[in-house]
């Protein structure tokens, strides 16, 4: 008799986003005339720039030409994109990276949830609360815990973000092996100073624990002192995994191309006590699974570094960037205390009132999709998460429907 994996069955029926996707299409159905605004899930809405198509153009007529024709492109992503990676987003910044420690992929999400398979299933993880959905599943999908007892899992350690810490958790007092962090934070907006990502660093060093870093947001970034990379810290080359992506900097989410940073010095231990390499068992697995992102994207994706593409993805981001400035401070004159939507796309929202209630009045009332905080988390329980990823004139309407709440 064929038998499933149990642990599937601790899982919520469905993911966070296809839950609100399933509310709002049946929402849609019953008011087919109604005009949806969504600023739920963190999709972006703006067209991929001209420098980036004409890459892309570009790289798709190679293909139709035998002498330029490419079959399988090497897994872990061609040289001519990691090296700009290498250049840009790590030398430029005085982060020592070199191109053969990229991982090019087709998503963080896919990265973020695959690269806990390296780990034993008997570690323990600690993350945030609220936190990216996707690093609670995975765990949960691989046996690493519990039931979920009150909307918590047995054996996760879970770090709390709330007003009080500004949404940057406290070191954990236990002892803890696998540390998830995201700052720009998903769902928060919240950010984290290199002294405070110091801290963390020298804890994974000190404990031999490892750092999950997602970065993904890190473009939305304005203020010069904050981190783009947890590899701006002294030390975190031997405890830090970086996870970036091209979807929200560059409009890639339905493109499809990331990228993930194992430094060579990165270490793991067997039972025994002997040292692994992350790289080499990233390498690993990633040439097993993996064949590769395709190559016009990596075209494209290598067209954002170009003078002109960095010129079109700043106005883009700018554009998103200005949306969440109008949201933060529309909100907050209606009495809403608001974190985040400065140096990130996400508005956190403490609306005092159970999150999947307000979701459903914001829907039913004004047509406006939002992320109900509870989604992420307990601690996001209160709060909502309004996505500035959308054209100025529905965030204008948004605002407009829900002043009349
Ligand atoms: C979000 O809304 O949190 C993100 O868009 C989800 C994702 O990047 O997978």
Redesign the pocket.
Known sequence: MIRINENYLKLKSSYL?SEIAKRVSSFQQSNPDSKIIRM????VTEPLPQSIIKAFHHGVDEMADRATFKGYGPEQGYDFLREKIAHYDYAFRGARISHDEIFISDG??CDTGNIQELFATDITVAIPDPV?P?YVDTNVMAGRTGENKNGRYENLIYLECTAENNFVPELPKERVDLIYLCFPN??TGATITKEQLKKWVDFARETKAIILYDA?YEAFIRDEDLPHSIFEIEGAREVAIEFRSY?KTAGF?GTRCAFTVIPRECMAYDSNGNKHSLHAMWNRRHTTKFNGVSYPVQKAAEAIYSPEGQREVKAIIDHYLDNAKIIREKMTSYGYNCTGGENSPYIWVDVKMDSWKFFDMLLNKCQVVC?PGEGFGKCGEGFIRI?AFNSRENVINAMERIAKL
Request: aromatic share 12%; charged share 10%.
């Open positions: 986003f739920g899930i963190g999709d963080a999400k990216y996707v998903n769902p993904a979807s989410t992320t996505s």
